[in-house]
């Protein structure tokens, strides 16, 4: 991805999330100037890769295959002194896909927090860890469902779905409904070890320095300064 199409997805959320009146924390509008600056008081966001996550999933077309997020608070894998659980907001625009995935060990539920409708695609993971040709069960706000393999759930603005691990899901903003604010809460998010793609695909973009960053990604902090 190009660093313009990273800072514009960047502002472009933060202006979305400021009309629903939802504050991102100090952290989210850090310079990379400011990150120079950053001591041993900062390393939670560090280590638990918290902030901004741009990604296009390699495609090389963003508005067709991508998603903004910024990661609000999480743990760190294995570590037992940390948070045990996950919070993000992310932006989904009409038609941008969220490519075919699992996770291995992470519950999440996936919010629809206003704007336009989210859809969510469904399959169960067989033993060969392929979608499977069997009813899919989910639960949406306290009511359990069993669905076709491939259904295509419907998420109205307050309403969202839990995913369990080995559930196959996808998801994406409904055509002519509106780009959509999107919550996450979830047990601790392991993007190195706790994401399998129905694709092989990469998680995080390689850059073009097309222009200085606006803010820095969770994966390019500097190292902790000393002073």
């Known amino acids: 991805m190009k660093r313009s199409q990273i800072n514009s997805a960047i502002q472009t959320m933060i202006e979305f999330a400021d009309s629903f009146r939802f504050h991102l924390p100090p952290f989210a509008h850090w310079t990379p100037e400011d990150w120079q600056r950053k001591g041993s008081e900062c390393d939670e966001i560090r280590a638990a890769a918290l902030g901004w996550d741009v990604a296009d999933f390699g495609s090389g077309d963003f508005a067709r295959q991508g998603l903004t997020l910024f990661t609000i608070r999480n743990g760190v894998h294995d570590r037992a002194d940390t948070k045990p659980y996950c919070e993000k907001l992310m932006m989904v625009c009409e ?26 695609k469904v399959y169960q993971a067989d033993q060969d860890e392929r979608p499977a040709d069997t009813k899919v069960a989910v639960a949406m706000d306290g009511r359990t469902l069993e669905v076709q393999p491939g259904t295509e759930l419907v998420l109205e603005p307050g309403e969202s779905i839990t995913l369990t691990p080995y559930l196959y899901h996808s998801f994406w903003g409904a055509e002519g409904t509106g780009n959509v604010l999107v919550g996450e809460v979830s047990a601790v998010n392991d993007d190195a070890n706790d994401n399998r793609f129905l694709e092989k695909l990469p998680r995080f973009p390689g850059i073009e320095e097309d222009e200085p960053p606006l803010r820095l990604l969770c994966n390019e902090y500097p190292p902790t300064a000393t002073s």
Not at 99 to 111: G, R
């Open 95 to 120: 038609n941008q896909l969220t490519p075919m995935h699992f996770h291995w060990k992470k519950t999440e539920d996936i919010i629809n927090r206003g704007g336009g409708n989210l859809i969510c």
